[in-house]
């Protein structure tokens, strides 16, 4: 479904992602865990196309989306939920997710997503800064999926959210990916979030994927070390 080949990204002179590689399959939920500054937003930002990479390739499901512009890898099916949300504040929660409309060329919101967020049906004529940073979680997460994406790439979506909510997160995405039997790659850093939902656990360490395992063969253990400041 996702495919990445030697993907490169550099500051100038400075290389920080370092040929990484990886696929991931229809209806398979992908976590790239690691420490803060070890290149997991960097990494979704290229895959995006919001900034510059090389790459051997990269594809979705047969379609080469390297060197596309992001809102053409829109188009192809990618949806992109970043880390701090970018929700519009000043439009109501009905009129963000609109916002995704124009992409899937449906005139209105599909049924799916309010059930999928009944919070966000309940505040749907609420101002978007107005909503708890769970409910802009789920709001962004919502305005993503009007796109009809078959890959969808979370950045840190249990980032400064409560515990409660944080459950809430991980029944919603395995929801999603029941109803719409999509693709999602996950960035995160909390392990028990990730063990809710993640098919398969890889960790990046400074540009460079160095571990991958199964969920059922996860070393939580193991994995904890790596996420140690």
């Known amino acids: 479904m996702f495919e ?15 040929e990484i590689s990886f696929s991931a399959n229809k209806n398979e939920t992908l976590a790239i865990m690691g420490r803060n500054g070890m290149g997991k937003t960097t990494l979704f930002k290229s895959l995006m196309g919001i900034l510059p990479s090389s790459a051997t390739k990269v594809e979705l499901e047969g379609t080469d989306l390297d060197g596309m512009d992001s809102y053409k890898r829109v188009a192809s099916g990618l949806a992109y939920v970043p880390q701090g949300r970018m929700i519009f504040p000043n439009l109501t929660v009905q009129e963000n997710i609109e916002t995704g409309l124009q992409v899937s060329k449906q005139k209105k919101i599909p049924e799916d997503i309010f059930s999928l967020f009944p919070v966000l049906h309940e505040m749907r004529h609420r101002k978007g800064g107005n909503l708890s940073g769970g409910q802009q979680q789920q709001l962004a997460i919502a305005r993503a999926l009007v796109t009809n994406p078959k890959v969808l790439l979370l950045d840190e979506p249990t980032e400064g959210i409560q515990p409660s909510i944080i459950k809430d997160i991980a029944k919603v995405l395995n929801e999603i990916r029941e109803m719409r039997e999509i693709t999602i790659v ?5 392990l028990s979030f990730t063990m809710d939902i993640a098919d398969r656990i ?6 460079n994927l160095i571990h991958e395992d199964l969920r059922e063969n996860v070393d939580a253990a193991k994995i904890k070390q790596y996420l140690i400041v």
Do not use: T
């Open 4 to 18: 990445v080949e030697n993907l490169k990204v550099s500051y100038g002179q400075s290389e920080v992602i370092h």
């Open 202 to 207: 890889m960790v990046i360490e400074k540009g």
């Open 186 to 190: 996950v960035s995160e850093q909390v």
